[in-house]
């Protein structure tokens, strides 16, 4: 059985970028995906939710913001399995389909090394998760360390509508 999902994984990093990039498709977030992110959607307010699958507020976090993306189509949803324990693909790719994200762009931590992958999206980051960083149009972060409130999002989403005004 781990064979098979050694092989699954090692199949899905091996796709050509444009492959990896489809609808639904887990992308390996591996050295340099931080910079891809972040060029991809500049201009974009984009919500980034860093979760795991052993992670209990993770659990009940995910469809809340499953439902916000719904609500919220025009700020980019991207999703970032960041768990210490090895990814399996196939229950990152459940909890996000349960939770109504297949749709986002969503990514798993694939490097061995999480520290090096941690510090290039936050030098100061050790780790915790869940952790969302809301990033603006302009570029400007704002980090919520733990769950994130749905009111503190659907605040952070109107002022970037108010902006485009």
């Not at 340099?32 to 060029?39: F, I, N, Y």
């Not at 349960?98 to 762009?105: M, V, W």
């Not at 941690?118 to 302009?138: H, K, N, S, V, Y």
Request: charged residues 20%.
């Amino acid at each position: 059985m781990k064979r098979y999902l050694l092989a699954a994984l090692m199949l899905l990093t091996s796709l050509p970028s444009g492959l990896a990039s489809e609808e639904g498709a887990l992308r390996p977030f591996e050295r340099g995906s931080w910079q891809q992110v972040l060029r991809s959607h500049a201009g974009h307010p984009t919500l980034v939710h860093f979760w795991g699958v052993t992670c209990g507020p993770c659990k009940i976090e995910l469809p809340q913001l499953g439902q916000f993306m719904k609500d919220h189509p025009g700020i980019d949803m991207v999703t970032i399995s960041a768990d210490l324990v090895p990814n399996l693909p196939a229950a990152t790719r459940s909890m996000l389909d349960r939770a109504g994200l297949a749709s986002a762009e969503n990514w798993f931590f694939s490097d061995g090394f999480a520290d090096r992958l941690r510090f290039e999206i936050d030098p100061a980051w050790q780790g915790d998760i869940p952790r969302t960083m809301l990033i603006a149009r302009d570029g400007t972060v704002t980090t919520i360390e733990g769950s994130a409130e749905i009111a503190d999002l659907q605040k952070w989403s109107d002022a970037q509508v108010a902006a485009t005004r």
